[in-house]
C-alpha cells in the first residue's frame, strides 16, 4: 500500500520561513509529478506549486510565486516545499500529492493526483 508521510510546517512569524517534506514510499516515485495544496478553513483545496517527474519547470501559483520553491530527490522518493516570506495569508493546511501523470498539467484538478499526504499545518502569525 502507497503511502505519503508529510513533515514539517508550524508557526512562525509573517518575513519567516518554514519547510515542508513529504516522503513516499511503496511506488516508483519518479513515475509522477507531486505537487503541494493547502486548504484554507472552509474552503476547496488549492493548487500551490507542482513539479515534472525531472524536477524540472516547476509551476506555482501566483499568490506564492518568488516566495516558495518545490524541489524533488528522486533518489530518496522525497519532495519539499521551502517557503519563505510567510504571510499571515499563507495560513492553511498543506497537502502533498502524487500526480497521475509524470507531468504537472498546470491545472490544479484534485483528481488529477492519485495519491495524499495527511497534511500539515502552517500557521503564520502578523
Known amino acids: 500500500q502507497v503511502q505519503v508521510v508529510q513533515s514539517g510546517g508550524g508557526l512562525v512569524q509573517a518575513g519567516g520561513s518554514l519547510t515542508l517534506s513529504c516522503t513516499a514510499s511503496?511506488?516508483?516515485?519518479?513515475?509522477?509529478?507531486v505537487g503541494w495544496f493547502r486548504q484554507f478553513p472552509g474552503k476547496e483545496r488549492e493548487g500551490v506549486s507542482c513539479i515534472h517527474w525531472t524536477g524540472g519547470s516547476p509551476y506555482y501559483d501566483d499568490s506564492v510565486k518568488g516566495r516558495f520553491t518545490i524541489s524533488r530527490d528522486n533518489t530518496k522518493n522525497s519532495l519539499a516545499l521551502q517557503m519563505n516570506s510567510l504571510k499571515p495569508e499563507d495560513t492553511a493546511m498543506y497537502h502533498c500529492?502524487?500526480?497521475?501523470?509524470?507531468?504537472?498539467?498546470?491545472?490544479?484538478?484534485?483528481?488529477?493526483?492519485?495519491?495524499w499526504g495527511q497534511g500539515t499545518q502552517v500557521t503564520v502569525s502578523a
Open positions: 500529492a502524487l500526480s497521475k501523470f509524470d507531468y504537472c498539467t498546470g491545472a490544479w484538478r484534485q483528481y488529477e493526483y492519485n495519491y
Open positions: 511503496r511506488l516508483n516515485f519518479d513515475d509522477y509529478a
